[in-house]
């Protein structure tokens, strides 16, 4: 990837949708959010990695999605109410959940691997805009992040006070009446990230994307399910693209217009594009 470049042209020169791995690639052993995790995304061709940011009692950066401490270290206790010292002799444990060697990662840990690599999502964003923000500037990663919040006031204020450089891209719940407002606002909008429950829903219509990518910005689009009750892409998943056609999956997605595919079956996924472009 060309960092010296837009990210509309890397788009462009692709060719198709950018790969983006979900908590790196991960699996058997192998926890996600760990740096095994990341490493196996990069060697499997991910564009982008989506990275979960937690922060500790005193302060200091990880990458593990908050809430899920009771999984993933088998731990009563939050990321937020641990000390650091506490964190870092904690393992990770694997589907089975059974402990495995690897730790906790910190931020700066994850941005010294993705560095010059791939364009990295930071998730949880929203959690401290300006502590995550400083991470992201001591490590030297600008042009590669790309950063998500909500569109509340507050969030969106935080962001053009703290990370206004930054490729930004607000999630969208159905219908976008944000993305208007904040290209004339001095934020570094790329695109929407949407989320939608129905093929009717507005964010997921034809004209829609097409005035998104008439005005040179992105749409973001996930086949994950992190959640079955929350349906996020009308049901175009990677379980469908998997279990029964990924026609109906990620061959929908990419047909209207998906410039970004979210999902934890990344090499799967990218052996479909391959396929499609062939054809």
Not at 94 to 113: G, I, R
């Amino acid at each position: 990837m060309n960092f010296e470049k837009s990210i509309f042209e890397n788009r462009k020169e692709k060719g198709s949708p950018f790969l983006v791995a979900h908590r790196g690639v991960c699996g058997a052993n192998i926890p996600c959010n760990s740096i095994a995790a990341y490493k196996i995304a990069l060697a499997q061709g991910a564009d982008v990695v989506e990275i979960d940011v937690a922060k500790s009692k005193d302060g200091k950066f990880y990458v593990f999605h908050p809430g899920m401490e009771h999984v993933f270290l088998r731990s009563s206790k939050g990321i937020c109410d641990l000390a650091s010292e506490e964190i870092d002799n904690m393992y990770l444990v694997n589907q089975d959940s059974v402990a495995t060697s690897y730790k906790v990662p910190t931020l700066s840990e994850v941005f010294a691997l993705l560095k010059d690599k791939v364009y990295i999502n930071v998730d949880k964003f929203w959690t401290d805009v300006e502590g995550i923000s400083n991470e992201i500037r001591k490590a030297g990663v600008e042009k590669q992040v790309i950063v998500k919040t909500n569109t509340d006031e507050k969030s969106l204020n935080y962001v053009k006070e703290f990370a206004s450089d930054f490729m930004f891209v607000p999630l969208i719940w159905g219908k976008d009446d944000v993305s208007e407002r904040l290209l004339s606002q001095g934020i570094n909008l790329i695109g929407t990230e949407i989320l939608f429950g129905k093929e009717s829903d507005d964010c997921i219509s034809k004209e829609y994307i097409k005035k998104m990518h008439d005005q040179g910005l992105l749409i973001w689009m996930n086949s994950i399910i992190y959640n079955e009750r929350d349906v996020i892409s009308a049901h175009h998943t990677d379980d469908i693209s998997l279990t029964v056609s990924p026609d109906m999956g990620w061959g929908w997605l990419i047909d209207k217009g998906a410039d970004f595919i979210q999902t934890d079956w990344l090499l799967m996924l990218k052996n479909y594009i391959q396929g499609r472009n062939k054809a």
